[in-house]
């Protein structure tokens, strides 16, 4: 970052402020949510809703925040974003029932969402020159790890040791970190484009929350009548969004990047990415193989971030500016391709170093190559803006989230059981007792508490523990194999963007 000028430092220390600030909740929500449910004497159901509000909720606004980007000025839309998250996060804080975590939860993600859109829209179009750009993205790219190593452990250690309230309290700190920073050290806009009208932008956030609602209900609930009224609302919203796109004159939300094949083949890669979903299953798997609690899941997870964090700037930015952005991310997917075959090594008697290196193997690569693809996708089509382009690129990190859940889960999941059905029966499960026990294990991936949860034994005097142990390893070699493939065919997708590129030029 000295190689930057003193004004492009002093943004650049803004917008990692800011995003980092709005990446607390999101790396915090997990670890407190249920004690903080238990406290207020909360089911099970009020917690899936809490859980659905962030994530769904902020799709909203994720076309509409590039297009204030653009219209209104990145620092002014920082601060509207910071002050929803900080009402959101005291709102948290002071709640005293579901109405109001609900409440606080969706102003905290609605302000989340825009701002990291708009702060990556910002970070693209302030840093253009490519070595200046390289050194940007490598240094944003510290950002997310470092957060996601240090806020778990806090966390942890504050729900345990004090109160959730605490966490709460912190989001509030982080919010007025976000104030500041944008009034303090990022720029004033220069040259505004023309507001426009704001329900296209509206309506496709709302198509694109649809389409991850459908995804998360099919996958929890399987196509039950809400389900496939979510589907038939999503399609008629998308629908009226389109024909308003044909109608109005001056349309604000623009299709133009799912024109350009180098864009559509980044998005495709920005999408795939969340579907290898290792980090979850590790997690689970500290859990379970090794018996640790949440809090020290998060303490054996701080290599794998720490070692982002370093890869990030000492790795990825230096790549992208000696080789370029195309041969860093299809460097790091093939590397990540044969890394996730590592997962192989790993038994229910490994010892706990094992998968630590594995995961933090696995992460520097994944963050390096996030992050060189992000550099990538905002810079796919100079005819749209970056903060246009950063909408999508958000748009894209939701639906290849839920697509975890409902596509990378049950692959994973379902071959496992299969693997597994010669060591079930060898056990003397019948066939009922392995569904059940393979769907106690699936069911984590969507309802964090049972990560929380142990075995238990099965009438007929079969220890699960032993079983579960099992069937996760085989989860976790599944996902190493098709991981890789999905590494492979993310560097099948880079390197054919490359070319459309080359041949519109």
Same mark, same amino acid.
């Given at each position: 970052m000295s190689d930057l000028p003193a004004d492009s430092r002093r943004t650049l220390v803004g917008l990692c402020l800011c995003m980092g600030g709005a990446l607390v909740g999101l790396a915090s929500l997990n670890y407190m949510l249920l004690p903080m449910l238990t406290d207020l004497g909360i089911d099970q159901t009020g917690a899936s809703v809490a859980l659905s509000i962030p994530s769904i909720g902020s799709l909203l606004v994720v076309f509409l925040a590039g297009r204030l980007g653009s219209s209104r000025g990145h620092r002014t839309v920082i601060t509207w974003?910071?002050?929803?998250?900080?009402?959101?996060?005291?709102?948290?804080?002071?709640?005293?029932?579901?109405?109001?975590?609900?409440l606080g939860l969706l102003l905290q993600g609605l302000g989340s969402t825009a701002i990291q859109i708009v702060v990556f829209g910002l970070l693209s179009e302030r840093f253009v020159e490519p070595s200046a750009r390289a050194s940007a993205f490598g240094t944003f790219g510290m950002v997310s790890p470092f957060i996601w190593m240090l806020v778990p452990v806090l966390t942890g250690w504050m729900v345990g040791e004090v109160s959730w309230r605490w966490v709460a309290a912190l989001w509030v700190v982080c919010g007025l970190m976000i104030l500041l920073s944008a009034r303090v050290l990022l720029p004033r806009p220069r040259e505004l484009e023309a507001s426009g009208e704001v329900l296209t932008p509206i309506l496709a956030g709302a198509a694109v929350a649809g389409l991850v609602?459908?995804?998360n209900q099919l996958g929890t609930d399987g196509l039950t009548t809400s389900t496939v009224l979510v589907m038939v609302g999503t399609v008629a919203i998308a629908l009226f969004c389109a024909r308003l796109l044909r109608r109005l004159p001056k349309p604000t939300f623009t299709l133009a990047p799912l024109r350009v094949g180098r864009t559509r083949s980044l998005l495709s890669v920005v999408v795939i990415i969340p579907l290898i979903n290792t980090i979850f299953l590790m997690t689970m798997a500290f859990q379970y193989l090794y018996g640790l609690t949440g809090l020290q899941t998060a303490l054996a997870m701080v290599p794998a971030q720490l070692a982002a964090v370093l890869g990030a700037r000492l790795m990825a930015?230096?790549? %992208?500016?000696?080789?370029?952005?195309?041969?860093?991310?299809?460097?790091?997917?093939?590397?990540?391709?044969?890394?996730?075959?590592? &997962?192989?090594?790993?038994?229910?008697?490994?010892?706990?170093?094992?998968?630590?290196?594995?995961?933090?193997?696995?992460?520097?690569?994944?963050?390096? @190559?996030?992050?060189?693809?992000?550099?990538?996708?905002?810079?796919?089509?100079?005819?749209?803006?970056?903060?246009?382009?950063?909408?999508?690129?958000? &748009?894209?990190? @939701?639906?290849?989230?839920?697509?975890?859940?409902?596509? %990378?889960?049950?692959?994973?999941?379902?071959?496992?059981?299969?693997?597994?059905?010669?060591?079930?029966e060898a056990?003397?499960?019948?066939?009922?007792?392995?569904?059940?026990?393979?769907?106690?294990?699936?069911?984590? &991936?969507? &309802?964090?508490?049972v990560m929380s949860q142990y075995a238990t034994p099965l009438p007929s005097g079969v220890e699960t523990s032993q079983l579960m142990l099992d069937s996760i390893v085989t989860g976790l070699h599944v996902n190493g194999v098709v991981g890789a493939l999905l590494a492979l065919g993310c560097v099948f997708l880079v390197r054919v963007g490359r070319r459309t590129a080359a041949a519109v030029v």
């Open positions: 974003m910071g002050m929803a998250f900080v009402v959101g996060s005291a709102t948290v804080l002071i709640s005293q029932g579901l109405p109001l975590i609900v609602l459908s995804l930015g230096p790549l %992208m500016r000696r080789i370029g952005v195309t041969a860093t991310a299809t460097l790091m997917f093939a590397v990540l391709a044969v890394a996730m075959l590592g &997962s192989l090594l790993i038994q229910t008697d490994s010892p706990l170093w094992l998968p630590i290196a594995y995961v933090t193997v696995f992460n520097v690569l994944t963050v390096s @190559a996030s992050i060189t693809v992000t550099s990538g996708v905002l810079a796919s089509d100079p005819d749209v803006s970056a903060n246009d382009l950063s909408a999508y690129r958000g &748009s894209g990190v @939701a639906v290849g989230q839920a697509l975890a859940v409902v596509v %990378m889960n049950s692959i994973v999941f379902g071959l496992a059981r299969l693997f597994l059905n010669n060591e079930f056990n003397g499960l019948s066939q009922a007792d392995a569904a059940s026990l393979a769907t106690q294990i699936q069911a984590s &991936s969507t &309802s964090p508490d």
